[in-house]
């Protein structure tokens, strides 16, 4: 599993206006520079994220750059979805069923429900994970994530959760 270039890039352009405060612009160059970026690349990224209603623009002198709302109210989740869609989609069956129009394994398939259950698991941690909360140092955040998750790898540990499917 991998997040492409474009999703990183864009969120960390995303983390650098979140940084600079409410009220605060920053230009194509800069943000290129911040973050040794390419300016084709930040623009690009920029517009998507205009377009998608993440960061307002303004043109002129002091123009630049901000975030379209607060950093506590952009969600991961949101803009990985703006810029890459879900790991896991609605098509992705369709997207992979091989030579044939419809996958072999469309009426009973055990992956199917694993991709689903690490999207709505991905979906849970990203959606719960904002833009503000990514301002803190990666000790901070580890411990948030480690927080976050306890649940999630607590029920992955409990006893007989791995003989579940082998007696099948």
């Known amino acids: 599993m991998k997040l492409s270039a474009q999703e990183e890039y864009g969120l960390r352009c995303l983390l650098h206006l979140a940084r600079c405060g409410q009220g605060e612009s920053l230009t194509i160059p800069e943000i290129s520079r911040a973050e040794g970026l390419s300016i ?14 993440l960061v307002q623009s303004a043109r002129g002198q002091s123009g630049g750059y901000t975030l379209a709302r607060p950093a506590d109210q952009i969600s991961v989740a949101t803009v990985l979805e703006l810029l890459g869609g879900p790991l896991f989609g609605p098509t992705f069956c369709e997207r992979h069923a091989g030579r044939e129009q419809a996958c072999a394994h ?5 992956i199917r429900s694993l991709w689903s259950t690490v999207q709505a698991v991905l979906t849970e941690v990203l959606g719960k994970t904002t833009l ?20 999630m790898l607590a029920f992955r540990s409990a006893p ?3 003989e579940a499917c082998e007696s099948h």
């Open 40 to 53: 084709p690349n930040v623009a690009k990224l920029m517009r998507l994220l205009r377009m998608g209603g």
């Open 160 to 162: 007989g959760h791995a």
């Open 106 to 110: 469309v009426d009973d398939c055990s």
């Open 132 to 151: 503000r909360d990514l301002l803190c140092d990666e000790a901070e955040m580890s411990k948030r994530i480690e927080d976050l998750t306890g649940a």
